[in-house]
């Protein structure tokens, strides 16, 4: 047998073996390394991985760290060098990071092997011992998280205290916001002083924040770890020092079910309040000219946005008419919550002079509302007043008896004394203005007379602005925005008005339209503003809006080929 080719097949494998093992010898290392194998529950642990080969930072998998340690910081740093020996060049690269975990509990816990590539790390044991518990002058940092209920129910606010308390030679104190998983969080408060402890003086600051949950079950207040540097001293390279850290407990709130009451809507507060105010002088009030009323509702412990709207009939009745302007709503942060108000106004027109000695009755406002504190329901009101129409106005009578008959006759007498004086000052008003229209009167025709002998003629302006307002008003109908629908009809409306109602209410301006499904078009898109109503239709009140449009431009064609020379108020194209 011939042994020759054996020989060569095993000369040419020797070289492929030699590159197998070089390049064995050249594979990469994947090390992982801590400062110390035994800490405590408030203390901070370095983990240090170290990869020397040239990959990106985020090829580090930490989601296995979560179990057992919380991850306060990561840093990588790349690392490059070139050297030169022997005529020939050598590149080294390697990725460093420095890892700041803090244990979750007692025990042996296990940093896991981390794996890049196919390179993999050691695990590492660390021994947890718990930590120094109570409120010891001792303990470096230290924090509380407490509340002002114990069980609370959905929509309620439960306003979270959170304490933080350190020694005086610990600075950047730093630490996370409050999140509450199924419910909303407001900041209300910050507080910074320093206390005397056992002795010892101590920053302290406080953290206020009220958490309103959305649904009935648990209320988990999390753990809040916050982190500060014992007798850090700072440089070019931040600030040096021991870390130390301290951990509140979780709490969790029982969240019972919201109980329910027949006709109202779910509103839980601490204290709930309906106040009144009208504008104008009620005493000149006639039939037609309307009336300013305000009703504020003022509430403690709950968010404006969430306050219902009180009880009443959205138009009035037969001997008024209501006209409700958009609700304002403020929400104001104090140390113990919120201070929330929905301030509701509504203009009166009276309709007509009632037969019953003309009064008209205004109802009872009312709203019902979840106490917490006494835990039933109560309801705020505001008393049904009455509102006497006469021939030289209206006026709101007071809800108080008389005293004697002398005293009756009294005010008749005065009250006489007082519409005599009235009609005589009105009476010299009266003429006063009559005098100043004859001479405005007077100043147009000589204005005219000047303008016809002009050789060129000036035609009157068209209003530029409906069709820009018409515009913005079709934009927000398409966007099926209703807030923005609202405003943009008020600007609409006010550009194909007489002047004199350029600046009127959207109540006034519907007045005006004299167009009933206008009227309850807007009115219903009103009441889905305030929530107090169902969806509305936008298609059917991009139609109601249309038509109204054309007639308006039928009726101006109409009355300019009646008058000759004017021009309509806008083009009748869309």
């Not at 110390?36 to 090829?59: C, G, I, P």
């Not at 507060?269 to 309307?290: C, F, H, M, N």
């Not at 129409?389 to 005010?411: K, L, Y």
């Not at 305030?530 to 809006?545: C, E, F, R, T």
């Amino acid at each position: 047998m011939n042994s020759a080719p054996y020989k060569i097949k095993r000369l040419l494998l020797l070289p492929l073996l030699v590159s197998t093992i070089w390049t064995s010898a050249q594979a990469a290392t994947l090390t992982a390394t801590v400062n110390r194998n035994q800490v405590t529950t408030n203390e901070t642990l370095q983990l240090k991985v170290s990869y020397d080969e040239q990959v990106s930072s985020s090829a580090l998998d930490l989601r296995a760290l979560e179990g057992d340690f919380e991850v306060l910081g990561v840093s990588p740093q790349t690392n490059s060098s070139v050297s030169v020996v022997n005529g020939q060049t050598t590149r080294q690269s390697s990725v460093v990071w420095n890892i700041t975990l803090v244990p979750k509990r007692q025990g042996q816990l296990t940093i896991p092997a981390f794996a890049i590539n196919n390179d993999r790390s050691q695990a590492i044991t660390i021994s947890v011992d718990n930590s120094q518990q109570g409120n010891s002058a001792s303990l470096p940092l230290q924090v509380w998280v407490s509340t002002n209920y114990n069980s609370i129910y959905p929509a309620q606010q439960l306003v979270v205290e959170v304490e933080i308390s350190a020694l005086s030679n610990i600075s950047d104190l730093n630490g996370p916001s409050l999140i509450v998983q199924g419910a909303n969080v407001e900041a209300l408060d910050q507080q910074s002083f320093q206390r005397i402890d056992n002795g010892v003086a101590r920053q302290v600051v406080v953290l206020k924040y009220a958490v309103f949950a959305e649904q009935e079950g648990e209320l988990i207040i999390p753990v809040m770890t916050f982190t500060g540097v014992k007798n850090g001293r700072r440089s070019i390279f931040g600030t040096r020092g021991e870390q130390v850290i301290a951990r509140s407990k979780q709490l969790i709130i029982p969240i019972k079910p919201a109980p329910v009451k027949a006709g109202s809507q779910w509103f839980p507060a601490e204290a709930v309040e309906i106040r009144a105010g009208w504008s104008g002088d009620t005493a000149q009030l006639k039939v037609g000219e309307p009336i300013t009323r305000t009703i504020t509702i003022t509430t403690r412990g709950q968010r404006a946005e969430v306050i219902p709207p009180v009880t009443e009939s959205a138009t009035g009745s037969a001997e008024y008419k209501l006209y409700a302007d958009q609700a304002q709503l403020e929400s104001k942060a104090t140390t113990d919550g919120f201070v929330s108000t929905r301030i509701e106004s509504a203009a009166i027109v009276p309709a007509m002079v009632p037969a019953d000695g003309g009064k008209i009755i205004l109802p009872a406002l009312s709203l019902d509302w979840w106490d917490v504190g006494a835990k039933r329901w109560k309801q705020a009101t505001y008393p049904a007043q009455t509102l006497v129409v006469t021939s030289s106005g209206a006026v709101i009578e007071e809800n108080q008896a008389t005293s004697t008959e002398t005293d009756i006759v009294g005010a008749t007498d005065q009250a006489v004394a007082l519409v005599d004086d009235r009609i005589r000052l009105w009476q010299a008003i009266t003429a006063g203005l009559l005098l100043l229209c004859l001479i405005q009167f007077a100043m147009i025709l000589r204005l005219r007379k000047n303008q016809t002998s002009t050789p060129k003629r000036v035609e009157p302006l068209a209003r530029p602005s409906e069709k820009s307002a018409w515009s913005q008003l079709q934009k927000s109908l398409r966007a099926e925005d209703t807030v923005a629908i609202r405003s943009n009809l008020i600007r609409w409306l006010r550009t194909i008005t007489t002047p004199t109602m350029q600046q009127a209410s959207l109540q006034a301006l519907l007045v005006e339209a004299d167009n009933p499904d206008l009227s309850a078009a807007v009115h219903g898109l009103e009441a889905f503003l305030y929530k107090a109503g169902p969806d509305i239709d936008l298609k059917q009140m991009i139609n109601i809006v249309d038509a109204h449009r054309n007639q308006v431009s039928k009726n101006n064609k109409a009355n300019n080929s009646q008058a000759g020379e004017l021009k309509p108020l806008y083009s009748a194209a869309k």
